[in-house]
């Protein structure tokens, strides 16, 4: 993972608010977990010069990069949303999520699954070649966004090998609680599992649909880029760089 591009909601707004509040409590049941902000990654590996004041000029560029990326695609994106009782329609935000699931990995054991956005996925890409492939950039981008990108948010980082049916329970309840939802626990048996991607087949255990998009849980433009150095606990991840766009 080493250093990562994150998308957060912006600090301040009410999204922001109440992820942090559903991390921390769920956090709270799994004593020892890691604390973090909540995010979505939208590239990870991404190459930096061993040189630190190098490294910044890297940090920089990936930055000045991803907003022009983000630019690019403002205006479709803005024109795209669903104007609904003279206001926008906030499930359809470059980030909304359609499920909970648990995990089989530690970064991955509780999350939300975002819903798929041509805007967001064409970010991704974009960064995903200029920064992290490095031969055959466009065909190696476009191979992972289709078979190792699931953008997510964690909600919990644990390497707890299986949930109990008790926490379970307790996570499923703080979340319908907190989001005012209902979530559906779905069926995993073959026929299914055959319509589950190969990626999601490789990292989730169980899964639960929402009843409706919980719109207070998304967010697009405004948020916030962050380049974020993932080396050693997470509590001693760090910020390298981020910016407002």
């Known amino acids: 993972m080493a250093v990562s591009l994150w998308f957060c909601p912006s600090p ?3 999204t922001y608010d109440i992820l942090m509040t559903l991390t921390q409590s769920i956090q709270s049941l799994f004593p020892n977990s890691p604390t ?3 995010h979505i990654t939208l ?8 040189d630190p004041d190098k490294s910044l000029d890297d940090v920089n560029k990936i930055l000045t990069y991803c907003v022009a990326a983000m630019n690019s695609i403002k205006k479709q994106y803005m ?3 669903t104007l609904e009782n003279n206001g926008l329609r906030l499930t359809d935000q470059l980030v909304s999520f359609k499920n909970l699931c648990i995990g089989k990995k530690y970064f991955s054991k509780i999350f939300l699954q975002c819903k798929e956005n041509r805007y967001l996925y064409s970010v991704a890409s974009i960064m995903r070649e200029m920064f992290v492939e490095v031969t055959d950039n466009e065909m190696r981008a476009k191979s992972w966004l289709k078979e190792d990108f699931l953008p997510h948010l964690s ?10 049916k ?5 996570v499923v309840t703080r979340i319908e609680d907190i989001v005012d939802i209902k979530l559906r626990k779905e069926s995993i048996i073959p026929t299914i599992m ?5 990626k999601e087949k490789n990292n989730i255990q169980v899964k639960y649909s929402f009843s409706e998009t919980p719109s207070t849980l998304a967010w697009g433009l405004p948020g916030t880029l962050k380049v974020v150095r993932c080396v050693g606990p997470v509590d001693e991840w760090e910020v ?6």
């Open 194 to 198: 055959e319509t589950w991607s190969n």
């Open 36 to 38: 973090f902000e909540p």
């Open 240 to 245: 390298l760089g981020k910016i407002d766009v």
């Open 155 to 164: 909600l919990l980082y644990s390497d707890v090998p299986h949930l109990s």
């Open 43 to 50: 590239t990870s590996n991404l190459a930096l010069n061993s």
């Open 79 to 81: 024109e795209s949303l």
């Open 166 to 170: 008790a926490d379970e329970r307790a």
């Open 12 to 14: 301040g707004t009410h």
